[in-house]
């Protein structure tokens, strides 16, 4: 990976930038998926600050964790050891329903499958989560930020690969979440709507504040974050903090 | 409406084949609970209506002759609130064309007005006028099966004199809703008759003048009866009493009422074994259906729905197909009912129907139906709910087909591809594979008891006819005549065999139990009527003891080898005390079977016979009857053949006609259960098989895959469904068998073989429907999107 050195500053792992309070914190995380031989061994330690109101990069390649990590911090799973909180609250320590309280209302997932209800339409897809959030916007207008507003009465089946996917974001960003994650979600974009899908995330970070964790495989956008944290094999190779960041729209693709 | 209650609606409707289905199999269940039940509640409530409408007499006190004053002192008992004293008579009608004679009763009633107790309800014509001796009023099914009209005059013969008499109009009566020539098990419309005339007519055929032989006697309903019936008898006794009975001993009634408590257990017995195999079903579907919405739940789980929020969306939909069958059931259960209570009235002669329903049934239906559903739906919500979101959204692990490794290598040269994909999933996911084995089991083993029971009815008959009973003619005699009768008899030209017997009415006692019934005093090596044990072998009469049908030996609780105490009801009214020597196999009423000779030593009446049984040669049989017809001592003569269809009807038309509707619910459950199988595996896997035909695989091969799977279960299912089966006949024979007839539990290959016929044929329709619907499936969509 070839990096323009002049605009990024590089850091040790555990000298973060007091920049703010940190939105995650975690301490020796670690999971393991089995036990014995077939033990897969997806986190092995990681210490990771997280600024609130950061856009967040991660990337790193196949199979090193990153699902793994975001379903953690994002309160869909547990770690098998190590704590992680969430602004001042240990996530590692809630039962399932103080789980639940923090998923509702604070976190915006995308998922690295789209993950839509089948039997609802793409506005219905949105409603499912605004209708439980206390401060959401409209679905339409949602819908209407990844450019799908005239088909927001189509089923998922109805829709193509990458329009599933938008509804997806637009589902995920409707509730305006404190917290937003995205595993992969311009994965099946072309550059264009991607870049659409990007601004998206990008306001969503400046104007509503919140903490935006993207996975991604499209090293260019790294480009657009704050912080760029490497990950191979479970645990962090390097972050990279980026000194200027470059709007989705000069983003190379 | 919300987003979460929409997707109900949707995933209704994309189900809704399968839903209905699964609805129909507990909507059947519940209606034959709700049928049953109601059938029920409706006769007791009619016969009880009709009961007090018509003053059916509580108490009947048979008598020689008493004075007509006698009756104050009747009505004067404590507890009593009225009194009748009437006359009756047996009598004989000759029909025109008719080579026997009909038996029949004659009843007074009273000269002016109608009676104070058991009146009669007419249906045609006008009541008796008085001071007209020779009009009469006949019992309407009698007239209808006889081809008889008001108008028609009728030869009948009372005490001995033939005279010829008017109908004026036809009549049913509360105490004759089922008519049995005396000593008969069988209702025979055509063959016993009612008749009733004036009082003052019929004592002057019956020499009653200023006499009756018969009171009726209404209680209070503080009365104690038993007190009643022993006041009424010492009143009695120096006049011929012959002892008060309550109207639970009344004949009609103690029929009627068998065959109510008969259709009471097997509406107790029988629903609720269709209605658990219901519910095991729907538990079943409920749990693979919600199964399959496993990563829905994780997925809304993410979003921050609460478990109860999930929990609940999932039992809104558990309680539509649960609920909706449920009410279906209650509703076509109603109308299958009522249906049903008519033929049921036109049986017993009711003349007048009050449908009533028992709520209860409905509140089980409802609380089985949603329950066994929201069982199924709790099982699976809970192992997700303890999954995080992230695990439940992953597609559910591929199950681990590598334990299979060296076995499959094995295989690889035995079996194609689509071969051992079938054997893979059948032996790594044993657990949805037994349960779905033991749904289609049960459903197999309905099969069986339900068929089984056919032919234990079917048993019922030919045993009583073939087996114990292999007389051809029975005849009895207007009371005990001398054994003389018997050589009588047998010079008769086409007689080949005769066989006397004695019978007499008796209560038996034992303990607290008491049984009114009668005694049969059969030869020492009896031949055309025998007791015949439970291999049919004859019961040798050993001397001084007694022999009891089974039914008979149940309701006193007597064992072999135990004293019983029968008190007889004729002639000098001896009590005997005799040990029981053995329990004979019946299935045919309740009777018991004694030496003649200990019987009549007992009366002191030696060398007695009231009845003979006849082999005749059938090319004979005209003249046979017409000789008989003419015998004097002769009262009635009953041709097995008529007995036998006779039974077959009333088995057919009564209680027992419930077995039909219950066969046709058992098929529909059975088939319900293997449908849903099918559309089950589809469901679960149509994915799979999607994803199978894009790389390659034809229509046939898929669906080979799929079936392949059902076949086996199904094969799997036979066995084991036989073997619950055969306990569960027991069970259902149980529940068919009545004082009246008893229905044994038969283990027949037929039966089992028919099962698995039908079983089969279930099978293959249900495969060939999914089959249909998975050629037709669209690729593309089933691989889209995620399920
Ligand atoms: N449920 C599971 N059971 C066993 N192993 C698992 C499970 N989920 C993930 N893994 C393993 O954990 C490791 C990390 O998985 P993860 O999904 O986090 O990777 P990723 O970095 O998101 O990869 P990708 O970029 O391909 O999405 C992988 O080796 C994966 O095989
Ligand atoms: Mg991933």
Redesign the interface.
Known sequence: MKMDVSTKEIIVQDQPLKKSSPAFTTKALTKTYGEGAAAVHALRGVDLEIPSGEMVVLLGPSGSGKSTLLNIIGGLDRASEGTVFFQDQELSDMTDEQLTRYRRDHVGFVFQFYNLMPSLTAHENVELVTEIASDPMDPEEALGLVGLRDRADHFPSQLSGGEQQRVAIARAVAKQPTVLFCDEPTGALDSITGRTVLQVLKDINENLGATVLIVTHAAATADMADRVIHFADGAIREIVVNKTKLDPEDIKW | M???N??LL??LW?IKGQAVAIGAVIAVGVLMLVMMTGLVTSLDETRRTYYERYRLADVFVPVNRAPEHRITDLAAIPGVSSAEGRVVGSALIDLPGRDLPLQAQAVSLPDFGTPRLNDIYLTDGRRLESGNANEILLLKSFAAANGLRPGDSLSVTMNGKRRSLRIVGLAQAPEFLYTTAPGELITDDAGFGVIWMSRTALAAAYDMEGAFNEALLSVGLDARLPAVLDAADRILESYGGLGAYGREDQTSNRFVSEEIDGLRASSTSVPPIFLAVAAFLLYIVISRLVESER??IG?????????F?VGSHYFKLIIAIAAGGAAAGCLFGIAAGRAMIHLYLEYYKFPFLIFQLDPASFVTGFLVSVGAASAGGLLVLRRV?AL????A?RPPAPPDYSRTGRFGQALNFVLDQPSRMVLRRLTRQPGRMIGAMIGIAAGMALSVAMIGIMAGFDQTVEQTFTVIDRSDVTVTFNEAVSNKAVFELQRIPGVIEVEPIRIVPVIFRHGLQSHRGAVNGLVPLPRLNRAVDSELATIHLRKGGIILAQALADILAIYPGELLTVEVREGRRPIISIPVAGVAETLLGSPAFIEMEVLNRALHEPNRISGAYLRIDSMMEGKIYRTLKDMPTVAGVSVKNNARAALQKQMDTGAGMMRFVMAAIAGVITFGIIYNAARIAYAERARDLASLRVIGFTKGEVAFVLLGELVVITIVALPVGSLIGYYLSFAIAAGFSSDLYQIPAIFSPESYGAAALAVIAATIISGWLVKHDMDRADLV?AL????
Do not use: C, H, V
């Open positions: 919300n987003s979460l929409r997707k949707r995933d994309r990563e829905q997925l809304i789980k993410a979003f921050g729905y609460t478990d929020e709910f995080t979101p992230a695990s959204m969509s889209k999107t995620r399920e």
